[in-house]
C-alpha cells in the first residue's frame, strides 16, 4: 500500500510538482491559529504608504507560536531545518501586524553548488561551515506580498542586527560534535528557491545565484515519512537509530535509502526533477579568505536593518504600492 502511494507521489510530482507542493504543504506546515488572526492584515486594513517596519527576534513561547502561524501562508512545505536556529519576525509596526518571516539554521553538510564555489576542503569546511547559515524560511506574507516585501525580508536577512544576535547567542559556546569554541561571528548566509530560480533575489546584488542543487530530495515524501519510518522500524533498520544531533536531514536519506533497498525500490524516487536555485551572501569582504581558513579578518558590508528598510522604500516600495492599487 505504501508503495502505491510512493507511486502515486511520483506521478503528481512529474504532472504538477506545484500543485503537488501546494498539497504537501497543506499537510506538513503549521496552521493559522485562530489567536493570531488578528496579526495578519486584511488588504483593506493597510495603507501601504505609512507602513513602518520593526525587526524582531523570536524568544519565548508567544512569538514562537505566532511564528509557526505566520508559515501558514507558505504553498511550499517548510522544514524547520536542524541544529541551530534563530528566528526572526518583519512586524509592520504602523498597523501592528506581521508583514513578514525569516529562519535560519544550521546549513547542510553536503551542498556541491556552494562547497566549489568557496573551494572548501574536507577540513576547511568542518572548521568553518559552522560561520554559515541557511535561512529555511523567508518572505512575506499576505498582502504585503503584493508591496514587494519579499525583497524586504530578503535585505533583511543579512543585516548587522541578524549578525550581533548570532554573536550574542553563540559567543563562548563550545560545539556539540568536537566540543571547539569557534569563532562566534556569521559570515554568509544562503538559501535554496525551491523551483529553481526565483524573483525574489532579482535584483538584490546581496544575493548571488550560484545554479542549481542536483534535485535529489525526499520533502515531496514528508506527508507519508512518519508511515515510512514506522515500517524501517519494524525491519529494525540499523540507520533508524543511527541519528545524532548535526546529522539532521542525512540521517532521513539514510533511513529511506536503506529502506528502499530492502524493499527493493530504486532510489529515483529521490530524484524528481526537482533542482533548486541556490543563493548565496556573503556578509563580509574577506569572505572567501576568511570561509577558506586563511584569514580572521572580518571586515563587514552589510548593512543595519533600517538602512535595508530605507534601501527598500526607495527602489521597492512605490512600484509596491501601484501594484497594491491596481489588485484593489
Known amino acids: 500500500m505504501i508503495l502505491t ?39 483593506t486594513e493597510i495603507r501601504p504608504e505609512k507602513v513602518q517596519l520593526e525587526l524582531e527576534l523570536v524568544e519565548g513561547d508567544k512569538l514562537s507560536s505566532l511564528f509557526r502561524s505566520a508559515m501558514s501562508f507558505w504553498s511550499v512545505p517548510i522544514s524547520a531545518g536542524y541544529g541551530r536556529r534563530l528566528r526572526f519576525i518583519v ?43 541557511t535561512a529555511y524560511v523567508l518572505g512575506a506574507v499576505p498582502p504585503y506580498n503584493e508591496l514587494f516585501g ?37 559570515v554568509a548566509v544562503d538559501t535554496m528557491a525551491f523551483f529553481g530560480k526565483s524573483l525574489i533575489y532579482e535584483g538584490l546584488p546581496e544575493w548571488r545565484f550560484l545554479g542549481f542543487t542536483k534535485g535529489t530530495t525526499h520533502i515531496h515524501l514528508s506527508h507519508v515519512w512518519d508511515s515510512l519510518l514506522r515500517i524501517a522500524k519494524e525491519l529494525g533498520l540499523n540507520s533508524v537509530d543511527k541519528y545524532s544531533f548535526g546529522q539532521g536531514s542525512n540521517w532521513k536519506f539514510r533511513v529511506l535509502r536503506e529502506l528502499f533497498s530492502r524493499l527493493g525500490l530504486s532510489e529515483r524516487y529521490f530524484n524528481v526533477g526537482l533542482a533548486k536555485g541556490y543563493y548565496f551572501r556573503p556578509l563580509i569582504k574577506e569572505w572567501k579568505e576568511f570561509l577558506n581558513g586563511q584569514t580572521d579578518q572580518l571586515t563587514y558590508v552589510n548593512k543595519t536593518f533600517e538602512e535595508y528598510v530605507e534601501l527598500w522604500r526607495a527602489k521597492y516600495l512605490k512600484r509596491g504600492i501601484r501594484r497594491f492599487s491596481r489588485a484593489s
Open 91 to 133: 512586524w509592520d509596526r504602523t498597523h501592528y501586524k506581521v508583514f513578514g518571516i525569516f529562519g535560519l539554521c544550521d546549513p547542510l553538510i553536503g551542498l556541491r553548488v556552494r562547497d566549489t564555489f568557496i573551494g572548501w576542503s574536507k577540513e576547511q569546511k568542518e572548521e568553518r561551515l559552522y560561520n554559515m547559515m
Open 5 to 43: 502511494e510512493i507511486e502515486r507521489v511520483l506521478q503528481l510530482m512529474r504532472e504538477n510538482p506545484r500543485e503537488y507542493m501546494r498539497y504537501v504543504a497543506r499537510e506538513v506546515n503549521p496552521g493559522l491559529s485562530p489567536q493570531h488572526y488578528r496579526f495578519f492584515a486584511k488588504k
Open 150 to 186: 519579499a525583497k524586504m525580508v530578503a535585505l533583511a536577512v543579512g543585516c548587522k542586527e541578524v549578525c550581533q544576535a548570532f554573536e550574542e547567542k553563540y559567543k563562548g559556546k563550545k560545539t556539540i560534535l568536537k566540543g571547539r569554541e569557534p569563532l562566534a561571528k556569521l
